[in-house]
T-cell receptor, first 110, second 113 residues
Framework: DAKTTQPPSMDCAEGRAANLPCNHSTISGNEYVYWYRQIHSQGPQYIIHGLKNNETNEMASLIITEDRKSSTLILPHATLRDTAVYYCIVRVITASKLTFGTGTRLQVTL | EPEVTQTPSHQVTQMGQEVILRCVPISNHLYFYWYRQILGQKVEFLVSFYNNEISEKSEIFDDQFSVERPDGSNFTLKIRSTKLEDSAMYFC???????????FGQGTRLTVV
Protein backbone atom coordinates (compact mmCIF):
# COMPACT_ATOMS: atom_id res chain seq x y z
CA ASP A 1 0.00 0.00 0.00
CA ALA A 2 1.20 3.50 -0.76
CA LYS A 3 2.51 5.55 2.13
CA THR A 4 0.53 8.52 3.42
CA THR A 5 1.73 11.67 5.16
CA GLN A 6 -0.52 13.70 7.46
CA PRO A 7 0.20 16.61 9.81
CA PRO A 8 0.37 15.32 13.38
CA SER A 9 -2.14 17.80 14.74
CA MET A 10 -4.57 20.54 13.76
CA ASP A 11 -6.95 22.88 15.53
CA CYS A 12 -10.33 24.06 14.32
CA ALA A 13 -12.91 26.39 15.82
CA GLU A 14 -16.34 24.93 16.39
CA GLY A 15 -18.71 25.72 13.54
CA ARG A 16 -15.92 26.24 11.05
CA ALA A 17 -14.88 23.84 8.31
CA ALA A 18 -12.06 21.46 9.20
CA ASN A 19 -9.81 20.69 6.23
CA LEU A 20 -7.52 17.74 6.86
CA PRO A 21 -4.81 17.18 4.25
CA CYS A 22 -3.18 13.92 3.24
CA ASN A 23 -0.27 13.34 0.91
CA HIS A 24 -0.10 10.04 -0.97
CA SER A 25 2.29 10.83 -3.80
CA THR A 26 3.10 7.19 -4.59
CA ILE A 27 -0.53 6.09 -4.94
CA SER A 28 -1.26 3.62 -7.73
CA GLY A 29 -4.21 3.56 -10.08
CA ASN A 30 -5.70 0.60 -8.25
CA GLU A 31 -5.63 2.15 -4.78
CA TYR A 32 -8.48 3.82 -2.95
CA VAL A 33 -8.16 6.63 -0.42
CA TYR A 34 -10.01 5.85 2.82
CA TRP A 35 -10.60 8.05 5.83
CA TYR A 36 -11.33 6.78 9.30
CA ARG A 37 -11.35 8.51 12.66
CA GLN A 38 -10.83 7.35 16.21
CA ILE A 39 -12.44 9.21 19.04
CA HIS A 40 -10.43 8.74 22.22
CA SER A 41 -9.80 4.97 22.47
CA GLN A 42 -12.97 3.89 20.71
CA GLY A 43 -12.98 1.70 17.61
CA PRO A 44 -12.03 3.40 14.34
CA GLN A 45 -15.05 4.86 12.57
CA TYR A 46 -15.38 4.80 8.79
CA ILE A 47 -15.90 8.24 7.28
CA ILE A 48 -15.57 8.15 3.52
CA HIS A 49 -13.52 6.76 0.65
CA GLY A 50 -12.83 7.54 -2.99
CA LEU A 51 -10.84 6.48 -6.01
CA LYS A 52 -10.47 9.58 -8.17
CA ASN A 53 -13.70 11.54 -8.04
CA ASN A 54 -14.67 13.82 -5.19
CA GLU A 55 -17.09 12.20 -2.77
CA THR A 56 -19.60 13.53 -0.24
CA ASN A 57 -21.72 11.84 2.38
CA GLU A 58 -23.54 12.91 5.50
CA MET A 59 -20.33 13.08 7.50
CA ALA A 60 -17.78 14.69 5.22
CA SER A 61 -16.49 15.51 1.77
CA LEU A 62 -13.38 14.05 0.17
CA ILE A 63 -11.51 16.08 -2.39
CA ILE A 64 -8.88 14.17 -4.40
CA THR A 65 -6.50 16.13 -6.62
CA GLU A 66 -6.51 15.38 -10.31
CA ASP A 67 -3.12 13.67 -10.13
CA ARG A 68 -4.37 11.72 -7.07
CA LYS A 69 -1.20 12.52 -5.14
CA SER A 70 -3.05 14.21 -2.33
CA SER A 71 -6.50 14.56 -0.84
CA THR A 72 -8.39 16.65 1.69
CA LEU A 73 -11.08 15.54 4.08
CA ILE A 74 -13.54 18.32 4.81
CA LEU A 75 -15.81 18.40 7.85
CA PRO A 76 -18.08 21.29 6.85
CA HIS A 77 -19.16 22.44 10.32
CA ALA A 78 -16.91 20.95 12.96
CA THR A 79 -18.32 20.32 16.43
CA LEU A 80 -16.62 19.39 19.68
CA ARG A 81 -17.63 15.78 19.01
CA ASP A 82 -15.42 15.77 15.92
CA THR A 83 -12.32 15.96 18.12
CA ALA A 84 -10.50 12.74 17.19
CA VAL A 85 -7.51 11.25 15.39
CA TYR A 86 -8.18 11.16 11.65
CA TYR A 87 -6.48 8.51 9.53
CA CYS A 88 -5.92 8.72 5.80
CA ILE A 89 -5.33 5.21 4.44
CA VAL A 90 -4.49 4.08 0.94
CA ARG A 91 -5.73 0.61 0.15
CA VAL A 92 -5.42 -1.60 -2.92
CA ILE A 93 -8.83 -2.17 -4.50
CA THR A 94 -8.61 -5.93 -4.03
CA ALA A 95 -7.16 -5.84 -0.51
CA SER A 96 -9.16 -6.18 2.65
CA LYS A 97 -6.82 -5.10 5.43
CA LEU A 98 -6.31 -1.50 6.48
CA THR A 99 -2.86 -0.17 7.38
CA PHE A 100 -3.18 2.64 9.89
CA GLY A 101 -0.58 5.34 10.32
CA THR A 102 -0.34 7.87 13.11
CA GLY A 103 -3.03 10.16 11.67
CA THR A 104 -3.88 13.78 12.43
CA ARG A 105 -5.15 14.68 15.87
CA LEU A 106 -7.91 17.25 15.28
CA GLN A 107 -8.83 19.40 18.24
CA VAL A 108 -12.09 21.32 17.86
CA THR A 109 -12.31 24.25 20.24
CA LEU A 110 -15.03 26.68 21.32
CA GLU B 1 -28.05 1.26 12.66
CA PRO B 2 -26.31 -2.13 12.64
CA GLU B 3 -23.07 -2.28 14.55
CA VAL B 4 -20.28 -4.61 15.53
CA THR B 5 -20.49 -5.58 19.19
CA GLN B 6 -17.63 -6.86 21.32
CA THR B 7 -17.59 -8.51 24.71
CA PRO B 8 -16.27 -8.07 27.29
CA SER B 9 -15.37 -4.38 27.20
CA HIS B 10 -12.52 -5.02 29.62
CA GLN B 11 -10.75 -8.28 30.48
CA VAL B 12 -8.04 -8.76 33.04
CA THR B 13 -6.12 -12.02 32.90
CA GLN B 14 -3.08 -13.60 34.49
CA MET B 15 0.01 -14.11 32.36
CA GLY B 16 -0.03 -17.57 30.83
CA GLN B 17 -3.80 -17.89 30.91
CA GLU B 18 -5.96 -18.40 27.85
CA VAL B 19 -8.38 -15.66 26.89
CA ILE B 20 -11.20 -15.53 24.37
CA LEU B 21 -12.44 -12.25 22.99
CA ARG B 22 -15.86 -12.26 21.41
CA CYS B 23 -17.42 -10.30 18.60
CA VAL B 24 -20.75 -10.22 16.85
CA PRO B 25 -20.19 -8.81 13.36
CA ILE B 26 -22.86 -6.99 11.36
CA SER B 27 -25.32 -9.65 10.23
CA ASN B 28 -25.00 -9.52 6.43
CA HIS B 29 -21.23 -9.07 6.45
CA LEU B 30 -19.01 -11.85 5.16
CA TYR B 31 -15.51 -10.66 6.06
CA PHE B 32 -14.26 -10.42 9.62
CA TYR B 33 -11.13 -8.92 11.09
CA TRP B 34 -9.19 -8.46 14.29
CA TYR B 35 -6.96 -5.48 14.92
CA ARG B 36 -5.15 -4.42 18.05
CA GLN B 37 -3.84 -1.17 19.46
CA ILE B 38 -1.22 -1.11 22.17
CA LEU B 39 -1.60 1.99 24.34
CA GLY B 40 -0.23 5.03 22.54
CA GLN B 41 0.61 3.12 19.36
CA LYS B 42 -0.94 2.56 15.95
CA VAL B 43 -3.88 0.34 15.16
CA GLU B 44 -2.37 -2.89 13.81
CA PHE B 45 -3.95 -5.54 11.60
CA LEU B 46 -3.93 -9.05 13.02
CA VAL B 47 -6.07 -11.28 10.81
CA SER B 48 -8.85 -11.42 8.27
CA PHE B 49 -11.33 -14.27 7.97
CA TYR B 50 -13.66 -15.27 5.17
CA ASN B 51 -15.62 -18.38 4.32
CA ASN B 52 -14.53 -20.06 7.55
CA GLU B 53 -10.85 -19.68 7.00
CA ILE B 54 -8.08 -17.16 7.51
CA SER B 55 -7.56 -15.12 4.35
CA GLU B 56 -4.64 -13.03 5.58
CA LYS B 57 -2.66 -12.65 8.79
CA SER B 58 0.11 -10.41 10.02
CA GLU B 59 3.42 -11.33 11.63
CA ILE B 60 1.87 -10.57 15.00
CA PHE B 61 -0.67 -13.35 14.54
CA ASP B 62 1.54 -16.25 15.59
CA ASP B 63 0.69 -19.70 16.92
CA GLN B 64 -0.55 -18.20 20.18
CA PHE B 65 -3.50 -16.68 18.35
CA SER B 66 -6.46 -18.37 16.70
CA VAL B 67 -9.80 -17.26 15.34
CA GLU B 68 -13.06 -19.06 15.00
CA ARG B 69 -16.62 -18.53 13.87
CA PRO B 70 -18.27 -21.06 16.18
CA ASP B 71 -21.80 -20.32 15.00
CA GLY B 72 -23.64 -18.07 12.58
CA SER B 73 -23.21 -14.92 14.59
CA ASN B 74 -20.05 -14.94 16.73
CA PHE B 75 -16.44 -14.42 15.75
CA THR B 76 -13.80 -15.07 18.39
CA LEU B 77 -10.12 -14.39 18.96
CA LYS B 78 -8.31 -16.77 21.28
CA ILE B 79 -4.92 -16.10 22.82
CA ARG B 80 -3.59 -19.37 24.19
CA SER B 81 -1.02 -18.28 26.71
CA THR B 82 -1.14 -14.56 27.30
CA LYS B 83 2.00 -12.47 27.75
CA LEU B 84 2.34 -9.04 29.30
CA GLU B 85 2.92 -7.58 25.83
CA ASP B 86 -0.51 -8.81 24.69
CA SER B 87 -2.06 -6.03 26.78
CA ALA B 88 -3.87 -3.84 24.26
CA MET B 89 -7.23 -2.80 22.88
CA TYR B 90 -8.51 -5.47 20.52
CA PHE B 91 -10.91 -4.36 17.81
CA CYS B 92 -13.14 -6.60 15.78
CA UNK B 93 -14.35 -5.37 12.39
CA UNK B 94 -16.53 -6.67 9.59
CA UNK B 95 -17.24 -5.77 5.99
CA UNK B 96 -19.80 -6.80 3.44
CA UNK B 97 -17.12 -7.78 0.93
CA UNK B 98 -13.35 -7.98 1.04
CA UNK B 99 -12.83 -4.66 -0.66
CA UNK B 100 -15.61 -2.62 0.96
CA UNK B 101 -15.44 -0.41 4.01
CA UNK B 102 -14.95 -2.15 7.34
CA UNK B 103 -16.92 -1.25 10.44
CA PHE B 104 -15.29 -1.58 13.82
CA GLY B 105 -16.56 -2.52 17.25
CA GLN B 106 -15.81 -0.51 20.36
CA GLY B 107 -13.04 -2.83 21.41
CA THR B 108 -12.03 -5.06 24.30
CA ARG B 109 -9.34 -3.74 26.57
CA LEU B 110 -7.15 -6.70 27.51
CA THR B 111 -4.90 -6.29 30.51
CA VAL B 112 -2.42 -9.06 31.24
CA VAL B 113 -0.99 -8.99 34.77
Amino acid sequence: DAKTTQPPSMDCAEGRAANLPCNHSTISGNEYVYWYRQIHSQGPQYIIHGLKNNETNEMASLIITEDRKSSTLILPHATLRDTAVYYCIVRVITASKLTFGTGTRLQVTL
Amino acid sequence: EPEVTQTPSHQVTQMGQEVILRCVPISNHLYFYWYRQILGQKVEFLVSFYNNEISEKSEIFDDQFSVERPDGSNFTLKIRSTKLEDSAMYFCASSRAGNTEAFFGQGTRLTVV
